[in-house]
């Protein structure tokens, strides 16, 4: 999919920054790149000149990585509560704490298979339990997702479930290799998996979800080409692409 800016925003963006073409570094985990930052960062890098470069990273080290990479990110996009940390810790330029969306948990089966009503708790867990395997990001890892996924399922309604967690990465790629029935992941991370198909977010009730936020990083060297680039990301035609992939922008 290309996305391509409105001329005024091509004009805001072209005027000031196009003479100084640069690189720029964007560090996040996959509740930001697995949605529609690859495309995003094309259009930008053709509209301007300049060449962003995505720096993927897990989430229990990312932290660790913005405080000590060289070179180091410029901007930064992390769920609400590592970056109200990183806030804390003086890790981010003042005023550049922009709201981007929010992640939400969702069941995936395989592409064609039935797709079960899971409208509410109750119909959910029947549903899952319906399921000899259902796949999950392995909680022992320490991931943010895995250790929510877990405590979901480990209230009461879901007494019976038969969550596996993955040996090899996410839970929604070991579907996508045809372990398990189900799975439950973001679900920006199971939209882009063609082998994979989206039932639905789980019930708003469960509190599955992430909000994610982009700030400049307080190392970069260049904050005010990085705060430009966040309004690239979050301008209008931004938060359509955010939201056909699977994120709900704020």
């Known amino acids: 999919m290309r996305l391509f800016a409105s001329a005024a925003l091509a004009a805001l963006l072209l005027t000031p920054i196009a003479a100084q073409a640069a690189d720029l570094r964007i560090i996040s985990p996959g509740i930001v790149y697995n949605a529609a930052l690859y495309e995003l960062v094309a259009d930008y890098n053709k509209q ?22 060289t070179p180091p990110a410029d901007v930064i996009g992390l769920p609400a509560d590592m970056m109200n940390t990183l806030v804390l810790d003086g ?24 797709k079960p009503d899971i409208s509410t708790v109750a119909k959910l867990a029947t549903a899952l339990r319906s399921a000899q395997a259902v796949m999950v990001n ?13 405590d979901i399922l480990k209230r009461p309604e879901f007494s019976g479930v038969k969550a596996v967690p993955s040996s090899k990465g996410e839970g929604a790629a070991a579907l996508a290799r045809g372990e398990g029935e189900m799975a439950i992941q973001l679900v920006q991370e199971i939209l882009n998996k063609p082998q994979i198909e989206l039932v639905a977010p789980l019930p708003v009730e469960l509190g599955g979800h992430m909000d994610a936020v982009l700030a400049v990083s307080s190392r970069s060297t260049q904050p005010k080409l990085a705060m430009d680039f966040i309004k690239f990301l979050t301008s209008p035609q931004g938060r359509a692409a955010w939201k056909a992939k699977g994120m709900r922008p704020f």
């Open 48 to 69: 301007t000149g300049n060449n962003a470069i995505i720096v993927r990273a897990v989430m229990n080290k990312i932290v660790d990585e913005i405080k000590t990479a």
């Open 138 to 150: 392995d909680p022992k890892a320490g991931t943010m997702q895995g250790v929510m996924i877990d």
């Open 91 to 114: 890790g981010i330029v003042p005023g550049s704490y922009t709201l981007l969306g929010r992640g939400e948990l969702g069941l995936a089966v395989k592409k064609g298979a039935a």
